[in-house]
C-alpha cells in the first residue's frame, strides 16, 4: 500500500526519521500485509512544529472557510468509503458487510453531524449584562486512537478540531495504520492547507507519550484504555493541558420482565458479540430479573449457538475474528478465569470455532449464574463474551449496575417507560439506551467515572476544541 511507511507532515509525505519497522497483520490469515515506521521524538517534534506554524493562519479562518473544507471533505470521504471498509477489513478482521455500513459510514455520519454543530454555533453570543463572549480554538492538538473503530475514533477527533479551527497531530493505532492513511488521503484531497493535519505512526510510550508530553500540544484527545489514557493524563499535567478521554467499559444491559424478552434479550446478546465483542460500550453485563432468569439464559444460549463466524471477506451479519494474538490470548484467558471462579458456561468456551484453526476466532460465549464481583463481570473482555447475573428488585439491579469502576452506557429493556425513565434518572453512565434504542450521529458521546471525561460528536464534541474567550466593554 503506497504511503504505509510514510508519515503525513506538512501537507507531504514524507520519509520517517526514524527506521524501526512494526509488521501490520491480517488477523483471519495471521499473515504479514505490509508494515510502517514506529516514528521517534523527531518525528513527534516535526510534526508538531508543522501544526503550530500553521496554527497562526488557520487558527484565525472564517468559519465560512472551514465549513467549505469540511463540505470538500464530505465530497472526498463519499469516494473512498469502499477503501476504508477494505482496509479495515484487512487491518482489523471487520467483516466487510459490517465494516461499510457501520466502521466506515461513521466518516460520513460524524462528519455529517459536526458540520451542522459548526453552522449551528453561535460565534458571537452577547451576554445579559453587556459581556460578549467568542469562541476560538484551542491551538495544536494531539489526536490518540484505538484500533477496535479505527475510523470513527479518527472522525469523532480529526473533524472537530479542524472545525474549530485547530491543527492536529494524529497518532492512530499501531494495529489499524492502514484506514488511518487513507483517512489522510482524503484529507489532502480536500485541500486543507499545508500542516493543519498531520500523521505520525507509532506507538504509545513513544509518539503517544511524546505528544502528551510536548509543550507546543495545547489539547489532548485520547481513546482508548483507561490504563493509558490515566498515563496520557497524568504526562499532560506538566504543561496543563487540556485533555479529553474516552476510555473502557463494562456496560450493564438492566432486563425487567415486562419487556419483548424475545426481541430484548437477542438483539442485547447480538449487539454485545457485534464488532466481535471490540466495543466500549457494548453490553457485556446482563443483569435479569430472577422472574425470567432461566428464560433470558436460554434466549442468550440460543443467540449465541446461532451466531456466525466466519471470514471477515464474506459479506454477511457473522462475526470475524479478534484483531491480533494479544486480544485472542486476552479473551483465551478470561474465559478460563469464568470457568475457575466457578460461573456456569452455558455457551462458548475456550479454544477456536470448529473449522477455524488459522486466525484469531474465538467462540461466542455465554456464563450464567456470575455474581457482580466476579473478574468476568468486573474486568473489560473485549470479546464476544456476556455474563448473565440475575437481580431481585429495581434497587438491586441499579446497585448491580453502577457497582464498577466505569460508566459509559447503560441498556434498559422494559415494557414501564416511566421506570425506564426512573431507572436511568439513577445510573451514572454517559448513555442510557432505552429498549434498543441506538446512537445517533451528532448526540454526544463519552463516559462518567474511569470510561473518561469530555463528550464527543455534534455540538459537545466541537466545544470540546474550543476556548471562550469574554470580550468586557468600557
Ligand atoms: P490502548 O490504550 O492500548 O491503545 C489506545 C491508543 O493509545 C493506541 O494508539 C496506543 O498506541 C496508545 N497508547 C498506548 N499506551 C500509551 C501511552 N502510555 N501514552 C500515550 N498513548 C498510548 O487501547 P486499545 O487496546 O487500542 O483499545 C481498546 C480500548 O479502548 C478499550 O479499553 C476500549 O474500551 C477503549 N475504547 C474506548 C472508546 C470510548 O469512546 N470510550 C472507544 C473505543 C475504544
Same mark, same amino acid.
Given at each position: 500500500?503506497?504511503?504505509? =511507511?510514510?508519515?503525513?507532515?506538512?501537507?507531504?509525505?514524507?520519509?520517517?526519521?526514524?527506521?524501526?519497522?512494526?509488521?501490520?497483520?491480517?488477523?483471519?490469515?495471521?499473515?504479514?500485509?505490509?508494515?510502517?515506521?514506529?516514528?521517534?521524538?523527531?518525528?513527534?517534534?516535526?510534526?508538531?512544529?508543522?501544526?503550530?506554524?500553521?496554527?497562526?493562519?488557520?487558527?484565525?479562518?472564517?468559519? #465560512?472557510?472551514?465549513?467549505?473544507?469540511?463540505?470538500?471533505?464530505?465530497?472526498?470521504?463519499?469516494?473512498?468509503?469502499? =477503501?476504508?471498509? #477494505?482496509?479495515?477489513?484487512?487491518?482489523?478482521?471487520?467483516?466487510?458487510?459490517?465494516?461499510?455500513?457501520?466502521?466506515?459510514?461513521?466518516?460520513?455520519?460524524?462528519?455529517?453531524?459536526?458540520?451542522?454543530?459548526?453552522?449551528?454555533?453561535?460565534?458571537?453570543?452577547?451576554?445579559?449584562?453587556?459581556?460578549?463572549?467568542?469562541?476560538?480554538?484551542?491551538?495544536?492538538?494531539?489526536?490518540?486512537?484505538?484500533?477496535?473503530?479505527?475510523?470513527?475514533?479518527?472522525?469523532?477527533?480529526?473533524?472537530?478540531?479542524?472545525?474549530?479551527?485547530?491543527?492536529?497531530?494524529?497518532?492512530?493505532?499501531?494495529?489499524?495504520?492502514?484506514?488511518?492513511?487513507?483517512?489522510?488521503?482524503?484529507?489532502? %484531497?480536500?485541500?486543507?492547507?499545508?500542516?493543519?493535519?498531520?500523521?505520525?505512526?507509532?506507538?504509545?510510550?513513544?509518539?503517544?507519550?511524546?505528544?502528551?508530553?510536548?509543550?507546543?500540544?495545547?489539547?489532548?484527545?485520547?481513546?482508548?484504555?483507561?490504563?493509558?489514557?490515566?498515563?496520557?493524563?497524568?504526562?499532560? %499535567?506538566?504543561?496543563?493541558?487540556?485533555?479529553?478521554?474516552?476510555?473502557?467499559?463494562?456496560?450493564?444491559?438492566?432486563?425487567?420482565?415486562?419487556?419483548?424478552?424475545?426481541?430484548?434479550?437477542?438483539?442485547?446478546?447480538?449487539?454485545?458479540?457485534?464488532?466481535?465483542?471490540?466495543?466500549?460500550?457494548?453490553?457485556?453485563?446482563?443483569?435479569?430479573?430472577?422472574?425470567?432468569?432461566?428464560?433470558?439464559?436460554?434466549?442468550?444460549?440460543? %443467540?449465541?449457538?446461532?451466531?456466525?463466524?466466519?471470514?471477515?471477506?464474506?459479506?454477511?451479519?457473522?462475526?470475524?475474528?479478534?484483531?491480533?494474538?494479544?486480544?485472542?490470548?486476552?479473551?483465551?484467558?478470561?474465559?478460563?478465569?469464568?470457568?475457575?471462579?466457578?460461573?456456569?458456561? %452455558?455457551?462458548?468456551?475456550?479454544?477456536?470455532?470448529?473449522?477455524?484453526?488459522?486466525?484469531?476466532?474465538?467462540?461466542?460465549?455465554?456464563?450464567?449464574?456470575?455474581?457482580?464481583?466476579?473478574?468476568?463481570?468486573?474486568?473489560?473482555?473485549?470479546?464476544?463474551?456476556?455474563?448473565?447475573?440475575?437481580? =431481585?428488585?429495581?434497587?438491586?439491579?441499579?446497585?448491580?449496575?453502577?457497582?464498577?469502576?466505569?460508566?459509559?452506557?447503560?441498556?434498559?429493556?422494559?415494557?414501564?417507560?416511566?421506570?425506564?425513565?426512573?431507572?436511568?434518572?439513577?445510573?451514572?453512565?454517559?448513555?442510557?439506551?432505552?429498549?434498543?434504542?441506538?446512537?445517533?450521529?451528532?448526540?454526544?458521546?463519552?463516559?462518567?467515572?474511569?470510561?473518561?471525561?469530555?463528550?464527543?460528536?455534534?455540538?459537545?464534541?466541537?466545544?470540546?476544541?474550543?476556548?471562550?474567550?469574554?470580550? #468586557?466593554?468600557?
Amino acid at each position: 500500500m503506497q504511503n504505509l =511507511d510514510k508519515f503525513y507532515i506538512n501537507g507531504e509525505w514524507v520519509t520517517p526519521h526514524s527506521s524501526d519497522k512494526f509488521a501490520v497483520l491480517n488477523p483471519a490469515t495471521e499473515q504479514s500485509i505490509g508494515s510502517i515506521i514506529l516514528g521517534d521524538e523527531h518525528d513527534v517534534n516535526h510534526a508538531v512544529d508543522s501544526a503550530t506554524e500553521a496554527f497562526a493562519a488557520y487558527g484565525q479562518s472564517s468559519k #465560512h472557510y472551514r465549513l467549505d473544507l469540511l463540505a470538500a471533505l464530505l465530497s472526498e470521504t463519499k469516494k473512498r468509503l469502499e =477503501d476504508l471498509a #477494505h482496509a479495515m477489513v484487512l487491518e482489523m478482521g471487520v467483516p466487510i458487510s459490517f465494516s461499510r455500513t457501520m466502521q466506515a459510514d461513521a466518516a460520513v455520519g460524524h462528519l455529517e453531524g459536526f458540520i451542522a454543530a459548526l453552522n449551528s454555533q453561535k460565534e458571537r453570543e452577547e451576554l445579559d449584562n453587556g459581556d460578549v463572549i467568542v469562541r476560538e480554538p484551542v491551538g495544536v492538538c494531539g489526536l490518540i486512537t484505538p484500533w477496535n473503530w479505527p475510523v470513527n475514533q479518527v472522525a469523532l477527533k480529526v473533524i472537530p478540531a479542524l472545525a474549530a479551527g485547530c491543527t492536529c497531530v494524529l497518532k492512530p493505532s499501531e494495529y489499524t495504520p492502514m484506514s488511518a492513511v487513507i483517512y489522510t488521503e482524503i484529507i489532502h %484531497a480536500a485541500g486543507f492547507p499545508a500542516g493543519v493535519f498531520n500523521l505520525v505512526q507509532g506507538d504509545g510510550p513513544t509518539v503517544g507519550a511524546g505528544l502528551a508530553a510536548h509543550p507546543d500540544v495545547h489539547m489532548m484527545s485520547f481513546t482508548g484504555s483507561t490504563r493509558a489514557g490515566t498515563e496520557v493524563m497524568r504526562t499532560s %499535567a506538566a504543561s496543563v493541558k487540556r485533555v479529553t478521554l474516552e476510555l473502557g467499559g463494562k456496560s450493564p444491559d438492566l432486563v425487567f420482565a415486562d419487556c419483548d424478552l424475545e426481541e430484548c434479550v437477542t438483539t442485547t446478546v447480538l449487539n454485545c458479540f457485534s464488532n466481535t465483542g471490540q466495543s466500549c460500550d457494548a453490553p457485556t453485563r446482563l443483569l435479569v430479573e430472577r422472574s425470567c432468569y432461566d428464560q433470558v439464559v436460554d434466549i442468550a444460549v440460543a %443467540a449465541a449457538n446461532a451466531q456466525a463466524v466466519d471470514d471477515p471477506a464474506k459479506e454477511g451479519d457473522h462475526l470475524g475474528p479478534l484483531f491480533d494474538k494479544i486480544q485472542y490470548d486476552r479473551v483465551q484467558s478470561m474465559i478460563q478465569v469464568g470457568i475457575d471462579e466457578g460461573a456456569r458456561l %452455558a455457551a462458548g468456551g475456550t479454544g477456536k470455532p470448529e473449522g477455524f484453526d488459522t486466525g484469531w476466532y474465538v467462540k461466542p460465549t455465554v456464563f450464567a449464574d456470575v455474581n457482580n464481583d466476579m473478574r468476568i463481570a468486573r474486568e473489560e473482555i473485549f470479546g464476544p463474551v456476556i455474563v448473565v447475573i440475575p437481580f =431481585d428488585s429495581e434497587e438491586e439491579a441499579v446497585e448491580l449496575a453502577n457497582d464498577t469502576p466505569y460508566g459509559l452506557a447503560a441498556y434498559i429493556e422494559t415494557g414501564d417507560v416511566v421506570r425506564a425513565e426512573r431507572v436511568a434518572s439513577k445510573l451514572r453512565v454517559g448513555a442510557v439506551h432505552i429498549n434498543g434504542g441506538g446512537y445517533n450521529y451528532g448526540s454526544p458521546f463519552g463516559g462518567y467515572r474511569q470510561s473518561g471525561n469530555g463528550r464527543e460528536g455534534g455540538v459537545m464534541g466541537l466545544e470540546d476544541y474550543q476556548e471562550i474567550k469574554t470580550l #468586557h466593554f468600557g
